[in-house]
């Protein structure tokens, strides 16, 4: 792979050439872009760890993207100073790769739907599970069938920045093929027709068979290597690496502060954890005395424990850069930082002491079954109407008007193939934000009723 193309400010779906260099870039602007779309906005009250928290202070799906997108941005400007000088690229700036950095990290949860993972878990449980969604689901084959019994929110992301935000729009949002492919860390359909790949990028879908087209058309402008000719996969675009490091970096820190503000760590706990990872203790530890609060400490430790983590991603990618351009490293590179075992750590207790606490896991299991049920009640409701128009039930033509008509059809008709309505229909229901998903079951289910 070549760095100019790489770093192609084509815009997906755009007639029009790149502009020239104004006072913003175009990947600033992709950045913009993403900030103002009402998927962006919803993610204020979608789930990151706790979910529906009353606690303002604890991180939600929008401002753990915001503080990766700063991580990402310094991961790709200190990357980027060393590429440019490497390969002598001119027409470029150390800013571009950290501003593609940035936009790709403040969307790369922008898929995921309410309730976090569980919620996920929900959409796969239902198209494997359900009475009624299993049936219609087996109906499908190959990527067809995979897009909901391997649901991701990856592959739900890439949907919503091409086609579902700004929908009139050929490529969506329109943003740059750059940015994109660093946004897709898995780039590969969900059917692989039964071979196994190696490597990261292999392990999930990162956009389903409807969006094939779509990301065929960002592969080829920015010169990613294809994996097999008979198959949609990929190697990844080397900043999506960088990206996974900003994400990984911020949840494993940042969930262990999360968890000391909920009161499921201790500060010497934190402390514990935190101090192994810092290069020079001892002059952290005269800074740290003239800290007061408690709070304050570990705030500090944490901005420290980031800079210590973003280092040594950098010194990682940067060492393998030639192997990523080739497409023979795929890996986290966390993986092989020096801190790993530190930073594994961080992992290890969050997943004991955090991610398995009592009201956290009762507010999951609740979110699986409101997904499911809303898909499960819903596809029934399309079904039925696809299949007999006006002499649908009563209870049928009733509840269709929930459904908003982009997620429906034109006219509020279903489309005609099984497999684009159960799509419109998880559109529909992964876009929803944590409230509203628990707001709708409560009332299609009779719970409770509009005031």
Same mark, same amino acid.
């Given at each position: 792979?070549?760095? %100019?193309?790489?770093?192609?400010?084509?815009?997906?779906?755009?007639?029009?050439?790149?502009?020239?260099?104004?006072?913003?870039?175009?990947?600033? @602007?992709?950045?913009?872009?993403? $900030?103002?779309?009402?998927?962006?906005? /919803?993610?204020?009250?979608?789930?990151?760890?706790?979910?529906?928290?009353?606690?303002?202070?604890? @991180?939600?799906?929008?401002?753990?993207?915001?503080?990766?997108?700063? $991580?990402?941005?310094?991961?790709?400007?200190?990357?980027?100073?060393?590429?440019?000088?490497?390969?002598?690229?001119?027409?470029?700036?150390?800013?571009?790769?950290?501003?593609?950095?940035?936009?790709?990290?403040?969307?790369?949860?922008?898929?995921?739907?309410?309730? &976090?993972?569980?919620?996920?878990?929900?959409?796969?449980?239902?198209?494997?599970?359900?009475?009624?969604?299993?049936?219609? $689901?087996? *109906?499908?084959?190959?990527?067809?069938?995979?897009?909901?019994?391997?649901? #991701?929110?990856?592959?739900?992301?890439?949907?919503?920045?091409?086609?579902?935000?700004?929908?009139?729009?050929?490529?969506?949002?329109?943003?740059?093929?750059?940015?994109?492919?660093?946004?897709?860390?898995? %780039?590969?359909?969900?059917?692989?027709?039964? @071979?196994?790949?190696?490597?990261?990028?292999?392990?999930?879908?990162?956009?389903?068979?409807?969006?094939?087209?779509?990301?065929?058309?960002?592969?080829?402008?920015?010169? =990613?290597?294809?994996?097999?000719?008979?198959?949609?996969?990929?190697? /990844?675009?080397?900043?999506?690496?960088?990206?996974?490091?900003?994400?990984?970096?911020?949840?494993?820190?940042?969930?262990?502060?999360?968890?000391?503000?909920?009161?499921? =760590?201790?500060?010497?706990?934190?402390?514990?954890?935190?101090? %192994?990872?810092?290069? #020079?203790?001892?002059?952290?530890?005269?800074?740290?005395?003239?800290?007061?609060?408690?709070?304050?400490?570990?705030?500090? =430790?944490?901005?420290?424990?980031?800079?210590?983590?973003?280092?040594?991603?950098?010194?990682? +990618?940067?060492?393998?850069?030639?192997?990523?351009?080739?497409?023979? +490293?795929?890996?986290? $590179?966390?993986?092989?930082?020096? /801190?790993?075992?530190?930073?594994?750590?961080?992992?290890?207790?969050?997943? #004991?002491?955090?991610?398995?606490?009592? #009201?956290?896991?009762?507010?999951?299991?609740? &979110?699986?079954?409101?997904?499911?049920?809303?898909?499960?009640?819903?596809?029934?409701?399309?079904?039925?109407?696809?299949?007999?128009? %006006?002499?649908?039930?009563?209870?049928?033509?009733?509840?269709?008007?929930?459904?908003?008509?982009?997620?429906?059809?034109?006219?509020?008709?279903?489309?005609?193939?099984?497999?684009?309505?159960?799509?419109?229909?998880?559109?529909?229901?992964?876009? *929803?934000?944590?409230?509203?998903?628990?707001?709708?079951?409560?009332?299609?289910?009779?719970?409770?009723?509009?005031?």
């Amino acid at each position: 792979m070549q760095w %100019p193309r790489l770093l192609s400010r084509k815009r997906l779906g755009a007639e029009r050439d790149p502009s020239p260099s104004t006072a913003r870039t175009d990947f600033q @602007r992709d950045f913009d872009r993403i $900030v103002f779309s009402s998927a962006f906005r /919803r993610m204020q009250d979608k789930t990151q760890v706790f979910p529906l928290s009353k606690v303002d202070y604890i @991180r939600t799906r929008l401002t753990h993207s915001l503080e990766s997108s700063c $991580v990402g941005r310094s991961l790709g400007t200190l990357a980027g100073e060393q590429i440019i000088a490497r390969h002598g690229l001119r027409d470029f700036e150390a800013s571009d790769f950290g501003d593609i950095c940035a936009a790709a990290c403040l969307a790369h949860d922008i898929g995921n739907p309410p309730f &976090g993972h569980s919620g996920e878990d929900g959409i796969r449980g239902w198209a494997t599970e359900a009475r009624y969604g299993r049936r219609r $689901v087996q *109906m499908l084959a190959d990527s067809e069938r995979e897009d909901f019994t391997r649901f #991701e929110g990856n592959a739900q992301g890439f949907r919503i920045l091409t086609r579902l935000q700004n929908r009139d729009n050929c490529g969506g949002l329109q943003l740059t093929c750059a940015t994109l492919a660093a946004f897709t860390k898995y %780039p590969r359909e969900s059917c692989t027709g039964g @071979r196994g790949f190696d490597g990261v990028s292999a392990r999930k879908q990162g956009f389903t068979a409807e969006d094939r087209g779509l990301f065929d058309e960002v592969a080829a402008t920015v010169g =990613l290597l294809r994996r097999d000719p008979a198959r949609a996969i990929w190697r /990844r675009h080397p900043l999506a690496f960088l990206v996974e490091a900003a994400d990984d970096i911020c949840y494993r820190v940042i969930d262990i502060e999360d968890g000391f503000r909920l009161g499921y =760590l201790s500060f010497q706990e934190v402390m514990d954890l935190f101090w %192994p990872i810092l290069r #020079e203790p001892q002059r952290q530890a005269s800074r740290l005395a003239r800290v007061s609060g408690q709070r304050e400490k570990i705030e500090l =430790l944490r901005a420290k424990v980031i800079n210590e983590a973003i280092g040594e991603a950098l010194e990682c +990618f940067l060492d393998q850069e030639p192997d990523i351009l080739c497409g023979r +490293f795929d890996d986290p $590179v966390m993986r092989h930082i020096g /801190r790993r075992g530190e930073m594994d750590r961080l992992i290890e207790v969050a997943r #004991e002491q955090i991610y398995c606490a009592h #009201e956290v896991v009762e507010i999951q299991a609740a &979110g699986f079954q409101v997904i499911g049920e809303l898909l499960e009640r819903f596809s029934q409701v399309l079904d039925e109407i696809a299949e007999r128009g %006006p002499g649908a039930g009563a209870r049928s033509l009733m509840m269709v008007k929930l459904v908003p008509e982009q997620f429906v059809g034109p006219g509020r008709v279903p489309a005609g193939s099984p497999y684009l309505r159960l799509l419109r229909l998880t559109d529909f229901v992964s876009g *929803m934000t944590d409230s509203y998903a628990v707001s709708l079951y409560k009332k299609i289910t009779g719970i409770s009723l509009p005031a």
